[in-house]
């Protein structure tokens, strides 16, 4: 029964490599100039169209970073998960496990905030697709990562005050990173300054609703020696390094399409993020070492 629900656990991993290769390749690659028409919000904001490939649609501003995004999956997560994937179904191991369960929760990140962050283009059908695998291949994950004493282990090694450090400065840092722009809206009753045409920002909803509380939770469970805290500590830990690298490249995208980001954006946002990355990569190394202990 569990070699059942391994190998469905895999087959949905190879699903979800199989929707994002697609929607990465697209995103990057397919490039054409379309006609397009300049919207208009309803606080009367106009908005500069794209123009060009699967995102012609979107704002000027959002699309270079929906492509910096598409670039760091394709060059970064989708390769780690092909490699972690091919040595499990060789021979599993705790650590082969949490950790490609940890990479689903980061395709899953990437498949709600294209779902819900993109104007809808031809591509929604498979961010759709995209968003039920990475979710049930996170919930297939999870009960295969296992249960036993490894994970005492792994929680007292990581129930260090470095670990508690930094998962309050990630939770601080996902809020000073966005909260800014929320109370500056709310004051001058307008819009958020990037809204462009869309209905919200789906990536403050992701960071601060979920996992800048997720921090705070994990530092709870870590002084009570809970098991969850080793899926939920990798989970974070792999999404952060990913998103410090995500950013840079983002940023280099817009660069390239002529936009210059503030220096205070650079230094609060770019430089945090990129900083915790680090830190959250090697709090990953020792997590998956203490589970093979």
Known sequence: MVARNMKSFHILVI??????????????????????TNATNSYGQGMVAYGYGIYAHDDAFKAPIFRGTDLTMLILVIPTTIMVLVKDMKKSSNSRRLFLTSLMGVFLYYAISMSFGVIANAMLLVYIALVSASFFALLLGLPHVGEGSWKDTVTATMDRKGT???????????????????V????????????????????????????????????????NRKHY??????????????????????????????????????LTKILSFCVLAFFA??????????TER
């Open 184 to 223: 500056t809206a709310l004051v001058s009753r307008g819009p958020l300054a990037t809204l462009g045409v869309y209905t919200t920002e789906i990536t403050y909803v992701l960071d601060m609703a979920i996992i800048a509380p997720a921090c705070l939770i994990c530092l709870h469970g870590l002084s």
């Open 281 to 290: 990569a090697f709090f990953e190394v020792r997590l998956l070492k203490a």
């Open 229 to 266: 805290v080793v899926i939920v500590l990798s989970l974070l830990f792999t999404l952060c390094v990913t998103i410090g690298i995500m950013v840079p490249i983002q940023s280099v995208f817009q660069h390239m399409d002529g936009i210059v980001l503030p220096l205070p954006v650079i």
């Open 15 to 36: 699903f979800v490599l199989i929707l994002t290769i697609t929607t990465t390749v697209v995103g990057l690659f397919v490039h054409t100039p379309h006609p397009v």
């Open 164 to 182: 508690r450090i930094f998962l309050v400065l990630c939770s601080i840092a996902l809020v000073v990173a966005w909260l800014p722009d929320i």
